[in-house]
């Protein structure tokens, strides 16, 4: 599967287990995939032979090199032979042993061997090679011949493997075995000259990593042409022709894109050796047009020819590279042709593929069109299904899936695209959120948005669903409180629904908790607290506690003022290895709170009480910000490199406006308070490091800045009332001490 290409690196900016910096997603998949994907029978691949392993031992081990119980597994498997007194498994397996000893020898040795070593070696080999001949049995003849094989590529007799390949593995029955002495017969025959013959065994089996290695010279039009021309049906050209394809939108696709984390006006700056590096660092070859122009050419002349078995494979190839080239009209016509020519349903899947992405660029928006849209989301989707299915039964989980590379493309590099030039920002927002629930790329091949919390046995602690995070709930994220409200009214709507609205609206997460809750807190980050309560008033207590800000918001206090003390969370709770519990919508009690003393405050006609009342708005404004401690009143995520988001209101500033005129306040405990307050919120910092400098703390100080005038003005006050220098918050405060020393 195609990541993040050009740069990979992990943001190491967030403070907090909630706030880990999002993987930046391409969506720039390969399109092109004519290739059966590799289904766990490669001849290379091993698991069909742990099956044997694991069935002769009863499930005491899983491969023959695992380790179980603090045993390996060959020893567990030479035991159970014993036990059994099976002589000739006992046999077999010390030969097999003594072949698997030489290999490690001769492939993981950090010294050249001694001159003893190498003639002892050599003489393990030919005992090796004469007790494997030897065999006169049945039940492991297949077993044994194998070894003659392996013991005849030890001593480099590439000769001797090709005649006995002939005379005896090519006769034996199918099995795991006989698939390896032909892949082992195909490594001879390289060795003997008969490349094209062995490059061919390699295709047929499965053999990527031996076949890519051999046909490195091959990935061009010169080297497609050349292997056509030796064989117009050879096994290696669907191979080499989609990795043409593939190459191809690699090299747009560098040449197009921006750059994660890096800014435009750099890659600006970039030259094309840079981009062919961006381009070779995943293993992709550049392709330019040029080249795609004369592919193009070339694989017209093939389909006309009528040489190949399956013109169906040149021809969406070159469906493909005029897509790419933004030849639409061009494409839409080769592979409409590409669909009815003959070729394997791998190839006629593809075409189809090719078909929708290039209709996205053409078809005008129509019923008609909605349907179709619609139509193949759902086929892409089932073959997803079908495919990772496969894998699955296939026991690989390491192999990512072509349907779900496809689906990702074509919803967010082009249907989005799509829909938004067609003013249909819903709709757009909707294929998204049926991506999210449908697709999740934080399940592994399934899974939907529930809030159950779930207890993992493997890391010993709670688990809560991806809910708040991805790009479709940052879209969410960053739309105004009343536009996400106008969104879900119209995800509940079946009005005026074409065929793909339905389609994405039935596939899409729709819980009326989760959409209150999120316009509700949407309200409260930009600071209407009354329109957010009847959102919240809908949301119960029980619905936070399986959500990930639960601990959070169970043990931290938005009435405590954060500049007495930092309500911390030890790494178990953070990490939910405790789970919290809350008893009220705390969501809901804030809001509550915050307009009652808000109307107080606005009706009291007693000064004191509507300072004392403002330092509380004060203190619950601050926690409820980007750099309080109770941020989960107004977000899901929190990060240290936080700030005022666009659209949301500044809490921030609102609390020091408040504590600004409580420096007048003739309550001189209350004055204290919000002096001590003043100084304390980082807003305009008195101080930067800079590590650059050579004075005593490094520090750059900022006299006129707001942190200064208030630490300036808590120093008067506590020299002024020499009782406040004792107390605790004062005597022990590390910048308050700083600061003196830039008197």
């Not at 049945?138 to 005379?167: C, E, G, H, I």
């Not at 929708?356 to 989301?377: F, G, K, V």
């Not at 590590?691 to 800045?705: C, G, Q, T, V």
């Amino acid at each position: 599967m195609k990541k993040c290409l050009i740069i990979s690196f992990v943001l190491a900016l967030s403070c907090k287990a909630q706030a880990c910096g999002p993987e930046i997603h391409t969506h720039n998949q390969y399109l092109f995939s004519v290739e059966e994907p590799y289904d766990g029978s490669s001849a290379v691949d091993g698991k069909r032979f742990d099956a044997f392993w694991k069935q002769y031992t009863k499930g005491k081990v899983g491969s023959y090199n695992d380790w179980t119980d603090g045993k390996e597994a060959s020893e567990i498997i030479m035991q159970t032979a014993q036990q059994r007194k099976d002589w000739e498994m006992v046999t077999y397996l010390k030969w097999l042993n003594s072949y698997l000893s030489l290999s490690n020898d001769y492939n993981n040795s950090w010294d050249y061997p001694t001159k003893e070593q190498i003639n002892e070696r050599e003489k393990n080999k030919q005992a090796l090679l004469y007790a494997a001949l030897k065999y006169r049995g049945k039940r492991l003849k297949p077993q044994f011949d194998l070894l003659v094989m392996r013991a005849n590529m030890l001593l480099d007799r590439s000769k001797q493997n090709v005649y006995y390949w002939t005379q005896v593995g090519s006769k034996l029955p199918a099995s795991p075995y006989k698939d390896m002495m032909e892949n082992i017969y195909a490594r001879a025959l390289l060795r003997t000259g008969r490349v094209n013959e062995a490059l061919e065994i390699y295709a047929k089996q499965g053999d990527m990593t031996s076949l890519k290695w051999y046909v490195r010279s091959y990935r061009n039009l010169a080297g497609i042409q050349t292997i056509y021309k030796r064989n117009p049906n050879s096994r290696l050209l669907p191979y080499l022709v989609q990795d043409f394809v593939n190459n191809a939108q690699e090299t747009q696709d560098v040449y197009t894109r921006s750059v994660p984390y890096t800014p435009d006006a750099d890659k600006a700056q970039w030259k094309d050796s840079d981009y062919v590096d961006a381009i070779q660092t995943v293993g992709r070859k550049p392709v330019y047009e040029k080249d795609m122009l004369g592919f193009i050419a070339f694989a017209k002349t093939v389909v006309s020819s009528g040489s190949s078995q399956t013109p169906c494979l040149w021809q969406s190839a070159i469906g493909a590279l005029q897509y790419l080239l933004g030849q639409y009209g061009e494409a839409k016509a080769t592979l409409a042709e590409a669909g009815n020519m003959q070729g394997t349903q791998r190839m006629k899947d593809n075409a189809r593929v090719l078909t929708l992405l290039n209709s996205i660029e053409t078809e005008p928006w129509s019923d008609n069109y909605s349907r179709y849209a619609a139509q193949e989301m759902q086929w892409l989707g089932t073959k997803y299904l079908q495919e990772s299915a496969s894998f699955r039964q296939a026991d690989d989980y390491d192999q990512g899936s072509h349907y779900y590379d496809v689906l990702d493309r074509v919803a967010y590099n082009a249907l989005y695209k799509r829909l938004q030039r067609e003013s249909r920002p819903f709709e757009a927002l909707a294929l998204m959120a049926y991506m999210d629930e449908q697709y999740p790329r934080y399940e592994y091949y399934t899974g939907k948005k529930s809030h159950t919390i779930r207890y993992n046995e493997e890391w010993k602690g709670w688990e809560t669903r991806a809910d708040w995070s991805g790009e479709y709930f940052t879209q969410l994220d960053e739309m105004p409180a009343d536009s996400i409200n106008l969104y879900y009214t119209w995800l509940q709507s079946t009005k005026n629904d074409d065929a793909l609205s339905a389609f994405l609206k039935a596939g899409s997460y729709r819980d009326a908790q989760y959409f209150n809750d999120v316009i509700g807190t949407k309200y409260m980050a930009e600071g209407r607290f009354r329109d957010a309560i009847p959102f919240l008033e809908k949301v119960p207590a029980t619905y936070y506690n399986t959500t990930n800000t639960c601990n959070y918001m169970a043990l931290r206090d938005y009435h405590k003022p954060m500049w007495f003390g930092k309500q911390r969370l030890t790494d178990a709770q953070q990490t939910m290895n405790v789970l919290e519990t809350v008893q009220t919508n705390p969501r809901l009690d804030f809001c509550r709170e915050i307009v009652e003393l808000k109307t107080q405050r606005m009706l009291t006609s007693n000064s004191g009480t509507a300072d004392a009342l403002g330092y509380k708005i004060a203190t619950m404004l601050y926690q409820a910000s980007y750099e309080g401690d109770c941020w989960w009143l107004t977000h899901y995520l929190w990060s240290c490199t936080d700030t005022v988001r666009p659209k949301e209101h500044d809490f921030i500033a609102d609390a020091i406006t408040l504590l600004q005129r409580n420096t007048l306040t003739e309550d001189k405990d209350l004055r204290f308070k919000s002096l001590y307050a003043l100084a304390y919120i980082r807003r305009d910092p008195w101080r930067d490091t800079n590590y650059y400098l050579f004075n005593e703390d490094n520090n750059i100080i900022y006299r006129s800045s707001r942190q200064y005038q208030a630490l300036m003005a808590l120093n008067r006050f506590v020299n002024a009332n020499p009782s406040y220098a004792e107390n605790n918050y004062v005597s022990h405060c590390d910048v308050l001490k700083q600061f003196r020393k830039t008197l």
